[in-house]
Each structure stands twice: as C-alpha cells, then as structure tokens.
C-alpha cells in the first residue's frame, strides 16, 4: 500500500477507510451505463441526496486531486470507472477537508464538518456493502452459464420441448453427455406404445415416460442411474396433458419430488384443475415441476397465477424460452419450472438447439448425490502366452484322479491344480469401469458444443441479426458433426468385425445403448423396508430369490401340501440306469463351449477349458464317471451365482428384476451328457404325453399352435362352440418338489443308484447374488430345478406331464408351464360345463404337485365365427371361488389368437415390433456398413417374420400385405433403393422372394415332415396318404386325401389345407418316392419362385 500523508493533515484512521473504500469500489465496481455531464466536469450533488448505484468516468484531473491531496494515493490511470455515490463522497470529503484539515478547524466550524463527514462515512459505508439500493436487500444471483452448468457440484435438472424424439435421439444422447444432468425431462416425446424403451435409452440414466395414446405429446424423464427414483403417479388424459412424477431420494431422511407435465394448447381449463389436484399431495416436501404448459408466464393468466399462489408455487424461469425466428426481442415464456422451494435453486435459459424451444435448467443448492465407481474383477490377458498355458497343464500327472474314490476329493484335486496354473498366467484384477456415454463424443464436439452457447448468450443480449445468424450456423455445423462422429465410429467398429460375431453384436448393442452389465440399484424395498446399503441390497435380492419357489405353501394350507398325486400307471418299463461317459464325447462339448460365457463360482473361464480340451478331457471324463459310480455330485457344481437384471418398472421393487443363474461350465457339461441318456430313455419308451410339446426335439410352438388350432377350425367347421381356458401358473420352474420328482422318475424305471444321484443332485443346493464385485451370502434352494441348468427344463417336463391325464373330456396341450384346456359342442352350456368340470380336475393336479395357479392371468376364451355370441356367458371358476376373466385376444406361445381367429391383431404387433426396427435402422443407417446392414435385417427382421407364418398365412390378403409393406421398407434399407422401386425389382436386387414364397416354402416343409413322420405324432396323424385305386401316370405319385371340410373357413384347418397344397405341389414337382429333407428343400426352392404378374 501506498505511503500515508502526515497524520497532522489527515486522521490516521480515516485515511485508511478510504483507502479500502477506493480500493474495492475500484476493483470490484460492476461497470454499467456511465454519466457524463456535457463538458465532462464533476457536478456534486447535495450531500444528504442518496440514488441508485449508477456509475459516471470523472476527469482525471479532478479524481487525481481527491485521491492524492486527501487520501495520499498516488493518481489512478487511466481514470477508474466507480459508482457515482462514491464520487458524492469523494467530494464532500475534499470540501469538507478544504478549508482546513478536520483536526485544525476551529471550534465554531467543526461542527458542521463533523456532521458532513458522518454522512460521508454512511455512504461510504453502504457503497463498501456493495448494496447501495432504494430498497435495500440480498442480491439476486447471476444466472449460470452452459459451462456452470456442466461443471456444477450438485443436482442439476434441465428441460426440453424436443418434438419427436426418436429422429433426434442422437443430440440428446449429446446433451447428456456434455451436460450430464442428473434429471432430464423431455416434453412432446411423440412416442409410441410400440416404441421400446431400449431405444430411446440412455447409458448411465433410468427412463421413465407417459406416452400419449393417440398421435403427439407425451413426457418423458431420464434420471441418472446414482439417483434413487421412482414412479408415484403417471397420468395421461387425451386432449388435456400428460403428467409424470417421481420420487427422487436424496438422503434416508430427505427426498424431493420432481414431475414433468406437458399441456398442449388446445386442452380445455378444466385441464389445469386436474393437474392441480394431482399434484397437491405432493407438495408437502421439496417440489419441482419441469415442463410445457403454453401459458405465456411473462403475462401470466390472473387464473393460472392463483392457482399457482394457492399450491405455493413459483415459476424460477424469467426470460423468454421460444423466440419469434424474425426477430429475438419476441418471445415468450411457455417453458416452465415450477418449485415450492424457489431460494434453493438458480435458473437458466439456454440456447434452441432441439427444437424451436429453448433449453431450460436450474441447479439445487447442496451436495450433490454421488454414485461409487462400478468396479469388476476380471482375469487379466495382458501377458497370457496360451503355449506356455499349455505346457504347464501338460506337465500335471492328471492320470492321479482315478486313483481318488472321493468325487469331493477328486474334484479338489482337479481344481486347485487346473486353478493354480490358471492364476498364475491369467491373475484376477480389478478394473474401474468408466461411465461414459458415448465413445463417439469426441472433445471436439465438446469445446463446439460449449463455443455454440457463447454465441446464442451473444445473439440474445445484442439483438444482432447477424450474432443469431452465426449462431444458427454454428448449430448446423454441431448438428452435422454430431451424426458424422457417431456414424462415421460406428463404421469403423463394424468394418473391423469381419467374421467375429461377437464383436458384431457388441457392436450393435453398444449402438442401442443396451447395457452389458448389470448393476445393483442404489436401494431396495423389501418387508416395505428401504435399504441402500450395497452389502444388505445384495442379501435382499438373495433372499427374495431364494423363496420364489414358496408360492404354493405361502398360499395354501399345509393340508393342501401334505400329499402328492399318484404317478399314472404304466406298463413295466425297462430299468434305467446310467452308462459311462465316453473321452470323445467330453472333447467335443468342451471343444463347442461358448468363450465369451461366464464361469461360476469356481472361476473356470469356458475360454481356458476350450483352450485345453486335448489336455483335460481325459480327467474331466473321469469325474463324472466317479459321480455316476458314487452318486454324489460335488459342492461347487451345486452353487450357482445370480446376477439380478432389470426388467423395468420400480427399481425399489426386487419383483422387477429377473434372477440370471450363472453354473459352473463343468457341471453344465457333465448335465449335457446326463441329459442325453435320460432324453433317449424317456422318448424311446414313450413316456412323455403325446400333447406335451415343451423341450422335445421335432416339436416347438409351432408345431403345438397348429395341432389346436385345427381342433378349433374343425369344430367351428361343423357349427360347435368351442371355448378355453389359457392356464398360467405362478413361478413354476421354481415351485417343483423334489420328493414329488424323485417319485416321477422312480415311475419311469429309473434305477436306484440313478434316483439316488438325482437325490444327491437336489440336495444341498445353494445360490449367492454376484454383482459389482461382491458376493453375498449362500442361501439354501431347497424347491425347483435349478435355472439355466441343462436337465432343468427336461426334469420340469417330467415332473408335469400325468396333467394331461386329468383332462377328462376336453383336449388339453402342454408346453413347458404353458398350458391349453378346451373343448368343443353343439351346446355353448354343454362346452363350458364341461370345461369346468376338466379344470377343476386340472387345478386339483396342479395342487398335487404344489404348482400355484396364477389366476389373474389365466383366461378364458369363446372362439366364434358365425354362431351368435352370448352377451355374458356362464363364468368359468376357480377352486377359490375366483371367475377367471372372458378375453377377446391372448397371446400364445408367441402367437396372438383372437376369438375369430382373423390375426388382425398378430399382424398389427408384427407390423408394429418391425416398424419400429426398421426405423432405428432407417435412423442410424450412415453408420452401417453394407454388409452389416444385410446381417442385421437378415438376422432381426426376417426371423420375426417368420415365426408362426405357417399359422398367420390363413388370414386375410389384406392383412398379409400389411406385412409386404413393411418387408419391402427392410429391402429398400440394404438396397438403398427409392421408395418408387417395384416390389418385383427389390427382391431381384436383394436375392430374396416374396414373403407369400417364403411363408410357402415354410409351410411345404412342414408338412413334407409331417409325411416323413419328422414330425410331432400329433400332425402325422393329420395327415394320410392316398392309396391308388388303378396304376397310372398319376397316380404313382405320393398324394394325400383331402378331408371334408364344409366351410371357406373348414378349409383353412392343418388336416384340409395341407392335403391340398401337397397335391398341387405335387402337379409340378412329382415325387414318387420319399426323398431326403435336405433333397427336398433344394426341389422346392427351384419349383417356388416369384414370377412377376404385375401389369
């Protein structure tokens, strides 16, 4: 600081006020408008005059004087610019200092001196507060920048009206990326039902959205995967809003609510009560509404306002959020964010990017919500060298395993040699898994992204038409390099994939932002108890998974539980016992095994146990022939890990995500060989029912929705009514009893040491939850057969199959724990009589077996198509009293039946689930490669449309060419071709047929092994071969005979349409003996072609 004056001409302590005084009025002024008289002299004013801060330039001559004869400072140049109340005190100082210094002034001067220097030292005092106002009061914080926002250190939340979200999904990955908000809601999504949330999803977010049912609007919120939240009301009213709100939790005692609302225009005002009363219950902690409602808020309605004041809301945003395109001084303010607790957050406006509406953003004051890096441990290849790998197992004397009586032991042995030598050229380490959202998202795009909101801040305060021109330019050009950078990265990974499918479909998921990994959430319910701790969320989620197979004993009595249903009787079966597993065998599973699966908790990698499979087959092959010889399977092959995967919904809810079983390679291996040997024994006696199609070789979905559907067609055909019942059971794998198992198996000839190693494969079972690097604890499995196991789904058959017996008069069929009841008559009271007589006696056999019937799913169904409808038929009970539900359309087996059996509906889910995949393709199609592009439509898009087309073929033309329009859309996307290409000109161009070909060529096959007897019993027998009455030409060839049908609609059952397309194929083709299937195909590729009749 300066030197001082003598302290004989000034007071010490008053020197030094001012000298702070200046000091920060001239460092810390806020510039504005200065005040300039007109020959730039310095004009005090009274001193007792007190006006607002503006600031004026004085002359230096005069500023120089003040600050060097009365404070001592040496002159400021160039001249300060400081507020004009400074300069009021400036000079009443030297006036008051002029005369005479205030020490020296005689006694009848000093006192108005003495007054004039107190009022001096008040404004300077207020101009040293920095708040010198009319009405004082705290000042009102500057807005944030984009940048502010993006480097903020607590909740951020932002806002756009987006206008269609799907085509510009790629710039709000962008903004999410470069903003990283922790809550960004979107109003007019414009999606759709049939829009899956996997494509508009976000890495690293949660997507929570209301759709409007019909065409526009909708609402959607994206919250960052560290945040806690849930839904607690969604709402959608047609032609007045959609609302959705959310629960987020900050903290076990602190929460806020946030909503998003969009209202259009044209909703009538009752459309703002409706919303009020929605949202009044939830105003009682911390509130924030985000949104659209298209009131101007800068006028805002006398009515909205008070509405506004009753619920104590109050809108943070100020400035206009969508600009009149001609000229930036017109705007208004229809964007809003509306919080009951407004002193806690900071608002901004930034630029339009997305639409014609601007972005809009606060920030809450606090800490923000931080989630811990997600860290995995995973086997380092860094320096693995496979030859030394190799030479290593070599080196072990694995011949030692058969001189082990133990399998405990013997397993042991194997582990820990195999495990050591594995650890030691592939270590475990821990890896911190980055959470970046888009790879693509280069740090140029960035430092652009960053440049363009300069230029709108820019644009918008100077009101320059050509500030606003180069920002649109600039925006244009960060648009543009946004979707190059995307495409142009994606083109690459997939030019390097080659002939690597797994990297193809990585890429591909990592394109729909599918997540690969799955991760714990940050909280959990369960007992209606909130955890958040990682460790108690992990034992949760095991032990909800662990009972899921209590549902039966949970509902019913322990009487209903105490016995179980006799096995249905069976003429003497040859005795089952297991034979030895042979080396070659053992080879060629482990040489198939999949690299890229999970080991279990063993930690044998498949990738290693493939990588020397020469080198331990022979050891493996001994194992398990020492589990057959000692019954006894060991521990760790009965320990199975489960990662919980989201489904959607409330991610509280633990009934929301599906339990994933990881098993040990080996032991899936070894059930490989052991699911072999039973699978023979049962299909080479028989024993499974002929209406049972799950998990059977030659039979399917298809196969088993055509063998019912030609019961219905030939009942209607004759005028019967026909009516079913959909059975659902409630977790059914899970709810299998072992002991009820081990006497279905007992039944069926299995041996004593057969049905004693299955005892032991039951027993002992337990499962741990794995996730992020932790391990809970093993809980006991003591119901159901284990998941993701090989015999799993052939034991679940077993265990099912004497249901069918209990059918009585009706025709049932079986798939897995899909089941099918019905029945058919001339009397619609005779049909639902006996249809209820069949499932009472179907229930009391699903008790038997301790299978829970899950009633609010399982439904009822009249298939009419010209006999008049009942307006309320005779309701079909459970044993609980329960009437299940008449529906008009289910869903089964894949395949949507409606009660006409037209497939409309099918057609229009077809249509709809490719519709929306061909867009996405449509969307990213700069980022394909051709040859991607023909893989993806040739491996997503044609096995969708060929899954139950020999059964949808039977409707209408005019549906079917729905489904036409949608396969030439597919075409045109690897043709690049112009939508006014002719559809005979697509499938030249792509090499494809027609889908009529398609569904032909299908539909001849089928039959073709229903004459092979390749087929399921239950369609050979439709079937039957013509017996030439006279030799002929003709007549040598293979025909069939052609039932009665006595209706159009007769004449699509399997039995009538199959006879005839056989015949008429046969014209052309004229097989005289039965040939190969491989043969055929090749025959009927060249008999069916498209040959264009267009005109």
Request: charged share 15%; with cysteine.
């Given at each position: 600081?300066?030197?001082?004056?003598?302290?004989?001409?000034?007071?010490?302590?008053?020197?030094?006020?001012?000298?702070?005084?200046?000091?920060?009025?001239?460092?810390?002024?806020?510039?504005?408008?200065?005040?300039?008289?007109?020959?730039?002299?310095?004009?005090?004013?009274?001193?007792?005059?007190?006006?607002?801060?503006?600031?004026?330039?004085?002359?230096?001559?005069?500023?120089?004087?003040?600050?060097?004869?009365?404070?001592?400072?040496?002159?400021?140049?160039?001249?300060?610019?400081?507020?004009?109340?400074?300069?009021?005190?400036?000079?009443?100082?030297?006036?008051?200092?002029?005369?005479?210094?205030?020490?020296?002034?005689?006694?009848r001067s000093r006192r108005p001196v003495l007054i004039a220097f107190s009022r001096t030292l008040i404004l300077l005092l207020l101009c040293s507060a920095g708040d010198v106002e009319v009405n004082p009061g705290p000042a009102c914080p500057q807005a944030p920048s984009f940048v502010d926002f993006c480097v903020r250190k607590s909740l951020g939340f932002m806002h756009v009206n987006i206008r269609s979200l799907l085509p510009k999904f790629v710039l709000l990955t962008a903004l999410a990326h470069s903003a990283n908000p922790d809550v960004l809601a979107v109003s007019e999504s414009w999606l759709r039902k049939a829009t899956k949330n996997s494509e508009i999803s976000i890495p690293n977010y949660n997507i929570f959205r209301q759709d409007r049912t019909a065409k526009g609007g909708g609402v959607a919120v994206y919250c960052r995967d560290g945040l806690q939240s849930n839904v607690i009301l969604s709402r959608s009213i047609p032609k007045q809003f959609e609302l959705l709100i959310l629960k987020i939790t900050l903290s076990r005692n602190k929460s806020l609510t946030v909503a998003a609302c969009y209202r259009p225009p044209s909703a009538p005002s009752c459309a703002l009560d409706t919303i009020c009363e929605l949202i009044a219950p939830h105003l009682a902690s911390e509130f924030v509404l985000l949104g659209d409602l298209n009131w101007d808020m800068l006028n805002t309605p006398p009515v909205l306002q008070s509405k506004l004041d009753a619920l104590n809301l109050t809108q943070i945003i100020k400035e206009p959020?969508?600009?009149?395109?001609?000229?930036?001084?017109?705007?208004?303010?229809?964007?809003?964010?509306?919080?009951?607790?407004?002193?806690?957050?900071?608002?901004?406006?930034?630029?339009?990017?997305?639409?014609?509406?601007?972005?809009?953003?606060?920030?809450?004051?606090?800490?923000?919500?931080?989630?811990?890096?997600?860290?995995?441990?995973?086997?380092?290849?860094?320096?693995?060298?496979?030859?030394?790998?190799?030479?290593?197992?070599?080196?072990?004397?694995?011949?030692?395993?058969?001189?082990?009586?133990?399998?405990?032991?013997?397993?042991?042995?194997?582990?820990?040699?195999?495990?050591?030598?594995?650890?030691?050229?592939?270590?475990?380490?821990?890896?911190?898994?980055?959470?970046?959202?888009?790879?693509?998202?280069?740090?140029?795009?960035?430092?652009?992204?960053?440049?363009?909101?300069?230029?709108?801040?820019?644009?918008?305060?100077?009101?320059?038409?050509?500030?606003?021109?180069?920002?649109?330019?600039?925006?244009?050009?960060?648009?543009?390099?946004?979707?190059?950078?995307?495409?142009?990265?994606?083109?690459?990974?997939?030019?390097?994939?080659?002939?690597?499918?797994?990297?193809?479909?990585?890429?591909?998921?990592?394109?729909?932002?599918?997540?690969?990994?799955?991760?714990?959430?940050?909280?959990?319910?369960?007992?209606?108890?909130?955890?958040?701790?990682?460790?108690m969320i992990i034992e949760n989620f095991n032990?909800?998974?662990?009972?899921?197979?209590?549902?039966?004993?949970?509902?019913?009595?322990?009487?209903?539980?105490?016995?179980?249903?006799?096995?249905?009787?069976?003429?003497?079966?040859?005795?089952?016992?297991?034979?030895?597993?042979?080396?070659?065998?053992?080879?060629?599973?482990?040489?198939?095994?999949?690299?890229?699966?999970?080991?279990?908790?063993?930690?044998?990698?498949?990738?290693?146990?493939?990588?020397?499979?020469?080198?331990?087959?022979?050891?493996?092959?001994?194992?398990?022939?020492?589990?057959?010889?000692?019954?006894?399977?060991?521990?760790?092959?009965?320990?199975?890990?489960?990662?919980?995967?989201?489904?959607?919904?409330?991610?509280?809810?633990?009934?929301?995500?599906?339990?994933?079983?990881?098993?040990?390679?080996?032991?899936?291996?070894?059930?490989?060989?052991?699911?072999?040997?039973?699978?023979?024994?049962?299909?080479?006696?028989?024993?499974?029912?002929?209406?049972?199609?799950?998990?059977?070789?030659?039979?399917?979905?298809?196969?088993?929705?055509?063998?019912?559907?030609?019961?219905?067609?030939?009942?209607?055909?004759?005028?019967?009514?026909?009516?079913?019942?959909?059975?659902?059971?409630?977790?059914?794998?899970?709810?299998?009893?072992?002991?009820?198992?081990?006497?279905?198996?007992?039944?069926?000839?299995?041996?004593?040491?057969?049905?004693?190693?299955?005892?032991?494969?039951?027993?002992?079972?337990?499962?741990?939850?794995?996730?992020?690097?932790?391990?809970?604890?093993?809980?006991?499995?003591?119901?159901?057969?284990?998941?993701?196991?090989?015999?799993?789904?052939?034991?679940?058959?077993?265990?099912?199959?004497?249901?069918?017996?209990?059918?009585?008069?009706?025709?049932?069929?079986?798939?897995?724990?899909?089941?099918?009841?019905?029945?058919?008559?001339?009397?619609?009271?005779?049909?639902?009589?006996?249809?209820?007589?069949?499932?009472?006696?179907?229930?009391?056999?699903?008790?038997?077996?301790?299978?829970?019937?899950?009633?609010?799913?399982?439904?009822?169904?009249l298939f009419n198509r010209s006999l008049p409808a009942p307006a309320c038929p005779t309701s079909i009970t459970t044993l609980d009293g329960s009437d299940l539900e008449y529906v008009d359309v289910y869903k089964y087996l894949g395949v949507w039946l409606d009660r006409k059996l037209s497939f409309q509906t099918h057609i229009k889910h077809l249509q709809s689930k490719i519709k929306s995949r061909v867009g996405f393709l449509f969307r990213n199609k700069a980022s394909f490669t051709q040859a991607a592009k023909l893989t993806l439509v040739k491996l997503t898009i044609l096995p969708i449309l060929d899954f139950g087309d020999v059964i949808y073929k039977m409707a209408s033309n005019t549906l079917l060419s729905k489904l036409d329009a949608v396969y030439h859309s597919a075409i045109r996307f690897v043709t690049k071709a112009p939508y006014t290409t002719h559809h005979c000109d697509l499938y030249a161009l792509v090499g494809w047929p027609s889908l009529h070909i398609r569904r032909q060529t299908h539909w001849l096959q089928v039959i073709y092994k229903s004459m092979l007897g390749k087929a399921p019993p239950y369609l050979s027998s439709l079937v039957t071969m013509a017996t030439p009455i006279r030799s002929t030409r003709s007549s040598r060839c293979i025909s069939l005979i052609i039932p009665k049908a006595n209706t159009s609609f007769g004449r699509l059952s399997f039995q009538y349409s199959a006879a005839c397309d056989w015949n008429e194929l046969q014209k052309s083709l004229k097989l005289e003996t039965f040939i190969s299937l491989t043969n055929f195909k090749h025959q009927l590729s060249e008999q069916l072609t498209d040959r264009c009749s267009c005109t």
């Open positions: 600081m300066p030197r001082c004056m003598s302290l004989s001409n000034v007071n010490m302590p008053c020197i030094l006020l001012f000298r702070l005084v200046i000091i920060v009025l001239v460092h810390n002024g806020a510039p504005s408008s200065t005040l300039h008289t007109p020959d730039n002299s310095f004009v005090p004013p009274p001193t007792h005059a007190v006006t607002s801060p503006i600031t004026t330039s004085m002359s230096r001559d005069t500023t120089s004087l003040i600050i060097t004869q009365c404070l001592g400072l040496p002159p400021l140049y160039p001249h300060p610019t400081i507020p004009l109340s400074a300069h009021y005190a400036l000079n009443i100082f030297y006036h008051a200092q002029k005369p005479a210094p205030l020490i020296l002034c005689p006694q959020t969508r600009y009149n395109p001609n000229s930036v001084n017109k705007g208004t303010l229809i964007d809003v964010i509306l919080t009951n607790w407004p002193s806690k957050y900071t608002s901004a406006v930034f630029n339009q990017d997305l639409s014609d509406h601007c972005l809009i953003a606060c920030i809450r004051y606090g800490a923000a919500v931080k989630r811990p890096p997600l860290i995995t441990v995973k086997r380092s290849l860094k320096h693995f060298c496979e030859q030394a790998f190799l030479i290593d197992l070599a080196r072990v004397s694995w011949k030692d395993i058969d001189l082990i009586p133990s399998v405990e032991d013997a397993w042991s042995f194997f582990k820990s040699n195999f495990l050591t030598i594995l650890d030691k050229h592939a270590p475990f380490k821990k890896c911190r898994t980055k959470n970046r959202y888009s790879p693509w998202f280069t740090p140029d795009l960035t430092a652009l992204d960053q440049h363009k909101n300069i230029l709108w801040r820019t644009a918008i305060a100077s009101n320059s038409p050509r500030d606003m021109q180069l920002f649109r330019e600039v925006r244009n050009q960060y648009t543009q390099s946004v979707r190059k950078a995307k495409a142009s990265f994606f083109r690459q990974k997939f030019a390097s994939c080659s002939s690597n499918s797994k990297k193809f479909w990585d890429t591909v998921k990592s394109m729909e932002n599918k997540s690969t990994s799955s991760q714990l959430p940050t909280a959990l319910r369960l007992a209606n108890t909130v955890t958040t701790d990682k460790s032990k909800h998974f662990s009972t899921a197979g209590h549902a039966f004993r949970l509902a019913t009595s322990t009487s209903a539980n105490s016995s179980a249903p006799p096995a249905a009787p069976r003429p003497s079966l040859s005795r089952f016992s297991f034979t030895q597993i042979q080396i070659a065998d053992v080879l060629k599973e482990l040489q198939n095994l999949d690299p890229y699966k999970s080991a279990g908790l063993d930690n044998l990698d498949p990738l290693f146990l493939k990588l020397s499979a020469t080198i331990v087959a022979t050891p493996i092959t001994s194992l398990f022939n020492l589990s057959f010889i000692s019954s006894e399977i060991p521990k760790d092959w009965k320990a199975a890990a489960v990662i919980p995967l989201f489904k959607g919904g409330d991610t509280l809810d633990p009934n929301c995500y599906r339990p994933i079983s990881i098993l040990p390679c080996l032991s899936k291996v070894f059930e490989s060989q052991v699911n072999k040997q039973v699978t023979d024994h049962l299909e080479s006696h028989r024993t499974f029912s002929a209406v049972q199609s799950g998990f059977r070789a030659g039979h399917g979905c298809t196969s088993a929705t055509l063998k019912v559907l030609n019961d219905i067609i030939t009942a209607i055909d004759k005028r019967q009514y026909c009516a079913a019942v959909f059975i659902d059971l409630a977790k059914a794998f899970d709810s299998v009893n072992h002991h009820i198992l081990i006497g279905r198996l007992s039944s069926l000839g299995f041996s004593d040491d057969c049905l004693a190693w299955f005892t032991n494969y039951f027993a002992d079972r337990v499962q741990c939850v794995k996730s992020e690097g932790m391990l809970s604890g093993p809980l006991a499995v003591s119901m159901g057969v284990p998941q993701g196991s090989i015999l799993g789904p052939t034991l679940f058959s077993v265990y099912i199959n004497d249901v069918a017996l209990a059918a009585g008069d009706s025709l049932i069929h079986l798939y897995a724990d899909d089941t099918i009841l019905y029945t058919f008559g001339p009397s619609l009271d005779t049909v639902l009589s006996n249809l209820q007589t069949s499932f009472n006696a179907i229930q009391h056999s699903f008790r038997g077996l301790q299978l829970l019937l899950n009633a609010s799913k399982t439904k009822c169904m």
